[in-house]
């Protein structure tokens, strides 16, 4: 992943400028072409609405604090601040080389196809590495993409299992719950991955963006929350947290249905209505 995002803007670029006949010769001249909100942070806006649109691009960091379960086990597996320190500059630097990388890929592919010439700008990236390398090597690194993706998918299919299994099933599963842990625990993979197979046939959706968004809000903003009280703050507990998942679930549907994303992302409103119920719920409910 971290070489396509490298390697393609480079090769990216030196193609524009060696080759004719495309919407722009280079990363700026796209942008100019492209119309006075392709050169702007708030896409043209002003006052309240610019402030929306900037805080709603800041607030994919709210998931970042506690909200993604696949990382907060990564943080957990830390066992000395030597350790912590490596993760923190090999994090930093990957980061930053990713987001720069991205950010570039879509310049780039703005230059070759031109602002309307992509009917969905979320395959911008094999696009431009079939159109900028030979297909063997833009095939490789496309496949390191979609690598980045399934480690993703893969850890939160095993987490989502492995909390279904331990904290439910053998809770509360009877005969289920009996079972060997390591059979248990494989059945319920292997049933989540097929009842998302299905679902993803049968609701089949290009707005990957808008989907990642809606879980970024309703699952990282409110467990955010619920990590951040319970490292900082010593009277939070236990009726709290689940006043908290549920209200910022909750919460996180009624935003997305009424239609009031456009006016403020569902990101930084459920990440405000999660820290005010945990706090309602901490002072109002005694401890269980």
Avoid at 93 to 117: D, Q, S
Avoid at 232 to 237: A, C, D, I
Wanted: glycine letters at 12%.
């Amino acid at each position: 992943m971290i070489v396509a995002l490298v390697v393609g803007p480079i090769a990216g670029m030196v193609y524009i400028l060696k080759t004719p006949g495309l919407f722009a010769s280079s990363i700026p001249a796209a942008l100019r072409a492209s119309g006075p909100s392709y050169c702007s942070f708030t896409g043209m806006l002003s006052g309240f609405a610019a402030g929306a649109a900037i805080m709603g691009g800041f607030s994919w960091f709210f998931g970042y604090l506690g909200g993604q379960p696949q990382l907060s086990i990564r943080f957990m597996a830390i066992k000395n601040p030597v350790e912590a320190r490596r993760a923190r500059n090999i994090g930093i630097a990957w980061t930053v080389l990713a987001y720069l990388g991205a950010l570039a890929i879509g310049w780039i592919g703005i230059a070759i196809f031109g602002p309307k010439g992509l009917e969905d700008p979320e395959v911008v990236m094999p696009l431009v590495m079939f159109r900028v390398f030979p297909d063997i090597i833009a095939a490789i690194l496309v496949t390191g993409a979609i690598a980045a993706i399934m480690s993703t998918a893969d850890s939160l299919l095993v987490l989502s299992s492995t909390e279904l299994s331990e904290n439910l099933i053998k809770q509360f599963g009877g005969r289920a719950g009996k079972m060997n842990g390591l059979a248990r625990s494989r059945i319920t993979t292997a049933a989540l991955a097929a009842i998302a197979l299905v679902l993803a046939y049968l609701f089949p959706s290009k707005v990957i963006y808008t989907i990642v968004g809606f879980v970024w809000a309703g699952i990282g903003g409110t467990f955010s929350v619920v990590i951040l009280l319970t490292l900082f703050w010593k009277r939070y507990h236990g009726r709290a947290v689940l006043c908290t998942i549920v209200g910022g679930l909750l919460f996180t549907i009624v935003w997305q249905g009424a239609g009031m994303e456009p006016i403020l992302s569902a990101r930084v409103a459920t990440f405000g209505f999660s820290m005010l119920t945990a706090v309602v719920a901490t002072v109002v409910l005694p401890r269980a």
